[in-house]
């Protein structure tokens, strides 16, 4: 699951030194409209809802990747 998303933020950034601790902003430049464009294709890609909510919550990479298995998505 890890490489689909990182393979997803490398289509918003320049930066391909992703791990799942790399934070959104912070590490990987990305504003907050940004993460919710990135996550509109996470939902894409995954066929998942993200509520509105859950959006503030993502701060590092593994908070995506722990979403995605709590809602049963797997690799």
């Not at 933020?9 to 930066?15: A, K, R, V």
Request: negative net charge; charged residues 30%; glycine residues 4%.
């Amino acid at each position: 699951m890890f490489e689909q998303i990182k393979s997803i933020l490398e289509q918003y950034t320049e930066i391909t030194d992703i791990t799942e601790q790399s934070t959104l902003e912070a590490d990987l430049g990305f504003s907050s409209f940004d993460v919710v464009e990135i996550v509109c294709n996470f939902e894409d890609a995954f066929n998942i809802e993200i509520g509105d909510r859950y959006i503030t919550k993502f701060v590092r990479v593994k908070d995506i990747i722990d979403y995605l298995e709590a809602h049963g998505i797997h690799e």
